[in-house]
C-alpha cells in the first residue's frame, strides 16, 4: 500500500508542476490565438481535476477500502460448506428497512464481522424478535463548470465534496412489529453555494413503526411515521438518491398484498430540510401529498400498475401562476421483460388549479431496449424516449406547465441539466457488462421544448431565466458515460462523466456549454 501511495503522491507533484507552467503559457495567448487559449485551458480543466482528486481520494480510499474489505474479505476464506450457508445469508438492500436478518439467529450464519451487532437477540424463545444495527457512508466527488448552464452568477464553476452518512437501528418485535429509525449526517465541503439538497447534519432521517399481518388471502402491511417510499423508476415520486439529502415523507402508509395484486394507499406531507440547528427537519400542511396505487403482477416478468394522487401545495409559483396548488395526478405504467427485450412506459395526466388558473399538463416516459444475452459483454442497445407538457399561452388562464412533482435525477443524468417540464428527450445508449460486477454505458441525449411559450427547466423544475418565448425549440444535446463497479457486497463505486452542448436557445440568455463528473464510493453495512 505504502509504495502505491507513494507513487500517488509523485504524480499528483509531476501534474502540479506541468499544471503551473501551461497556465502560464496559456496566459500569453492572445488576439486571433484566442481559440486556442480556450482550447488550452479546457484541457487544463482535467488536470487540475485529476490533481485534486488524487489527494481527496487518497485520503477517502484508505478507511473505507479498510473497512469494506473485512467484511469482503471472508469471501476468500470460507471452506466449500461454509460458502453454501454463505449464499443463505440476507442480502443489503436500497431500502434497508426492507432487510430481514432474523436467519442470523442460526449461529451458523454468523461468519463475518460485527455479525453479532447485525442481530442482538430480544428472546431467546423467539427469533424473530431482534435488533438490527446498519450503516450507509456516500462519498462523492464533483465538478461541474457550468451549473445551470453558466446563467446563474451566484453558482459559478464549482468542484466539491458531498459526504452522507447514515445509522440505522431496526427493531423486530415477533412476525408483526417494527420499528426502524436511522440518523443521518450530510454534509457539503468546499462547494460555493449550498442548498437543502446538499447538507443535513445530525437529523433524523427516518423513524416508524411498521405492522404486517399475513393471512391464507394475503397479506396486510401498514407504516406510520417518517419513511420513503418511491414509485417504479422513480420519473415522478423518488426518494431523491442522487442528490447529497434523500427525500423522506411524514406518512401514513397501509396496503393489501396478494401474489398477483398490491393495493395501497397513503397520506403524506414531504419533509421540508433545514441545515440551521440539529434534528431541525420539518413537514408541515403547506405541502400535502395522498393517493391510492394498484399494481398487477401479469407474469413472472411483466407488471402493470396505475395510481391516483392529490398533490397540494400553498404558495406555489409557476412563470404564468400562482397562488394554492391542487393537482389531481393519474398515472399508468406498464413494465417488463421479455426474449431479451425490456421495457417501461409511464404516463401522466394532471388537472386542477394553481391559484385562478386551471391545470391542464401530462407526460409520457419510455425507456426500451435489446440485450445480446449470448454475445460476450451482453450488450443492451436502449432507447429512451419522454416528452412532458409546456405552457403553450400565458394569457389563457390555463397553466400547461407538467409539475413533476419528486423527481430524481439519475433518470436522465446526475448533471442536473434537464427538469421534467417542457421537454422532448430522445436518447440512444448502449450498456456491457465486461465483467459480473462491472456495468458500461453511453448515450446520447437530444433535447427540445414542447412549446417555445415556456421555458427550459432545469433539475428539478428550475425555469432558465429569459428563455420562455423566446429562441427555437432545439434546447440542446448530452454525451454521457457511466461506469458502476461492485468491490464486493458492501462497496460499490461509480464514474460518471456528462458533456452538454447548449442549443441557441440557452446560448441566448448567456448559457454555454457544460462539463460535469461525478466518482461516488458507497458502503453499506
Not at 420539518?282 to 407488471?303: K, Y
Request: proline share 5%; aromatic share 12%.
Amino acid at each position: 500500500m505504502r509504495p502505491m501511495l507513494r507513487r500517488a503522491n509523485g504524480a499528483a507533484s509531476s501534474t502540479h508542476q506541468k499544471l503551473t507552467q501551461d497556465v502560464a503559457t496559456c496566459r500569453t495567448l492572445k488576439g486571433e490565438q484566442m481559440i486556442d487559449q480556450r482550447s488550452c485551458f479546457t484541457s487544463l480543466f482535467s488536470m487540475a481535476l485529476s490533481l485534486r482528486f488524487v489527494s481527496m481520494v487518497r485520503s477517502l480510499l484508505l478507511p473505507l477500502f479498510a473497512l469494506a474489505f473485512a467484511q469482503g474479505g471472508y469471501w476468500s476464506a470460507l471452506a466449500a460448506d461454509d460458502f453454501s450457508l454463505e449464499q443463505k445469508r440476507p442480502s443489503i438492500k436500497a431500502d434497508r428497512s426492507q432487510e430481514d436478518w432474523s436467519l442470523l439467529a442460526d449461529p451458523k450464519l454468523r461468519n463475518e464481522p460485527l455479525d453479532s451487532l447485525k442481530y442482538i437477540p430480544l428472546f431467546p424463545s423467539n427469533p424473530d424478535s431482534y435488533i438490527s444495527l446498519g450503516l450507509n457512508l456516500r462519498e462523492i466527488f464533483e465538478v461541474s463548470d457550468a451549473p445551470a448552464f453558466g446563467t446563474v452568477p451566484s453558482n459559478p464553476t464549482d468542484s466539491y465534496w458531498l459526504q452522507r452518512a447514515q445509522f440505522q437501528i431496526d427493531v423486530h418485535l415477533a412476525e408483526n412489529w417494527q420499528l426502524f429509525t436511522q440518523f443521518e449526517d450530510v454534509r457539503a465541503f468546499d462547494k460555493t453555494t449550498v442548498s437543502p439538497n446538499d447538507a443535513n447534519r445530525f437529523d433524523l432521517r427516518l423513524a416508524f413503526i411498521g405492522y404486517t399481518q399475513e393471512t391464507d388471502l394475503g397479506t396486510f402491511r401498514a407504516r406510520v411515521g417518517r419513511q420513503d417510499f418511491a414509485f417504479d423508476l422513480e420519473r415522478f415520486v423518488s426518494v431523491r438518491d442522487g442528490p447529497n439529502v434523500r427525500q423522506a415523507f411524514d406518512a401514513v402508509w397501509a396496503g393489501w398484498e396478494t401474489e398477483a395484486w398490491r393495493f395501497y394507499g397513503l397520506v403524506s406531507q414531504p419533509v421540508h430540510y433545514r441545515d440551521d440547528n440539529p434534528f431541525d427537519d420539518r413537514s408541515s400542511g403547506d405541502a400535502l401529498f395522498s393517493g391510492v396505487r394498484v399494481e398487477r403482477q401479469l407474469s413472472p416478468t411483466i407488471e402493470a400498475s396505475a395510481y391516483y394522487a392529490l398533490y397540494q401545495r400553498k404558495d406555489a409559483t409557476f412563470l404564468t401562476a400562482s397562488g394554492e396548488e391542487d393537482r389531481h395526478v393519474l398515472d399508468i405504467r406498464s413494465a417488463g421483460k421479455y426474449a431479451g427485450f425490456d421495457w417501461d412506459a409511464e404516463a401522466m395526466g394532471q388537472v386542477g388549479r394553481v391559484g385562478s388558473a386551471d391545470i391542464l399538463a401530462w407526460a409520457v416516459g419510455a425507456r426500451t431496449g435489446y440485450t445480446f444475452e449470448d454475445v460476450p459483454w451482453s450488450p443492451r442497445i436502449g432507447l429512451q424516449f419522454d416528452v412532458a407538457s409546456g405552457d403553450r399561452d400565458a394569457g389563457d388562464g390555463t397553466l400547461g406547465t407538467f409539475n413533476p412533482l419528486f423527481p430524481n435525477g439519475f433518470y436522465f443524468s446526475l448533471g442536473g441539466h434537464t427538469g421534467y417540464a417542457n421537454l422532448i428527450h430522445l436518447k440512444p445508449s448502449i450498456t456491457v457488462q465486461p465483467t459480473e460486477d462491472l456495468t458500461l454505458m453511453a448515450g446520447a441525449g437530444l433535447l427540445w421544448r414542447q412549446t417555445t411559450q415556456d421555458a427550459v427547466y432545469t433539475l428539478p423544475s428550475v425555469p432558465v431565466a429569459g428563455t420562455a418565448g423566446n429562441g427555437p425549440a432545439w434546447t440542446g444535446a448530452y454525451a454521457q458515460v457511466k461506469a458502476d463497479y461492485r468491490f464486493n457486497p458492501n462497496l460499490t463505486g461509480s464514474l460518471e462523466a456528462v458533456h452538454y452542448q447548449v442549443g441557441s436557445a440557452l446560448e441566448a440568455v448567456g448559457g454555454r456549454d457544460s462539463n460535469y463528473l461525478r466518482a461516488e464510493l458507497k458502503l453499506a453495512w
